[in-house]
């Protein structure tokens, strides 16, 4: 299975938004809502920020989205802040049975 | 709180076979949902190993699926990792997690296994 397609890297200056995109094929993200987002920063774990496309698990800002069409799923992040810079990694279920994870990016806030 | 803690050898051989335990805390292993192995190269992205459902049923990534074993003592409340004939492509930073579904909850702090000899 071929790893999802993200950039490497994307930046925003405080307050602005931005959106990372998540691109696969129909065995995968196009096929199923089960798509996620996960925050990294150096050295820590990932912590997961949406799930099932656009869910919020409980203690997330809701400056965090997610969203789907096709076979591309996005994560918005409103109202950027110094602490949103992070590495962030989409995942998704696949026709396979199994999960396959994005190359991630490195968000900077300028 | 669903808590995880990674053990094992932080070094191990080429060839030789890579051993981790994931011990959890906060729920019980044998009531529902996956357990997860996630592994990430260093300076790479995250690559989702495999997965056990709390009824036993195993889930690979097929790429190493033929060197993978995960397995659940529920006697100690743990799920471990063996992965087989290990190189130095198998140097990474292992996280165990807990997923509902889809999305892994919950991680441990991970563990680095450098494969050296």
């Known amino acids: 299975q071929s790893a999802l397609t993200q950039p490497a890297s994307v930046s925003g200056s405080p307050g602005q938004s931005i959106t990372i995109s998540c691109t696969g094929t129909s065995s995968d993200v196009g096929g199923y809502n089960y798509v996620s987002w996960y925050q990294q920063h150096p050295g820590k774990a990932p912590k997961l920020m949406i799930y099932d496309v656009s869910n919020r698990p409980s203690g997330v800002s809701n400056r965090f989205s997610g969203s789907k069409s096709g076979n591309t799923a996005s994560l918005t992040i409103s109202g950027l802040q110094a602490e949103d810079e992070a590495d962030y990694s989409c995942s998704s279920y696949t026709s396979s049975s199994t999960l396959v994870f994005g190359g991630g990016t490195k968000l900077t806030v300028l | 709180q669903v808590q995880l803690q990674e053990s094992g050898p932080g070094l191990v051989k080429p060839s030789e076979t890579l051993s981790l335990t994931c011990a959890v805390s906060g729920y019980s292993i044998s009531s529902a949902y996956y357990w997860g192995w996630i592994r990430q190269p260093p300076g790479k992205g995250l690559e989702w190993i495999g997965s056990?459902?709390?009824?036993?049923?195993?889930y690979y990534n097929p790429s190493l699926k033929s060197r993978v074993t995960i397995s659940v003592d529920t006697s100690k409340n743990q799920f471990s990792l063996k992965l087989s004939s290990v190189t130095a492509a198998d140097t990474a930073v292992y996280y165990c997690?807990?997923?509902?579904?889809?999305?892994?909850?919950?991680w441990g702090q991970g563990t680095l296994v450098t494969v050296s000899s």
């Open positions: 997690a807990f997923s509902k579904g889809g999305a892994f909850d919950y």
């Open positions: 056990i459902y709390h009824s036993g049923s195993t």
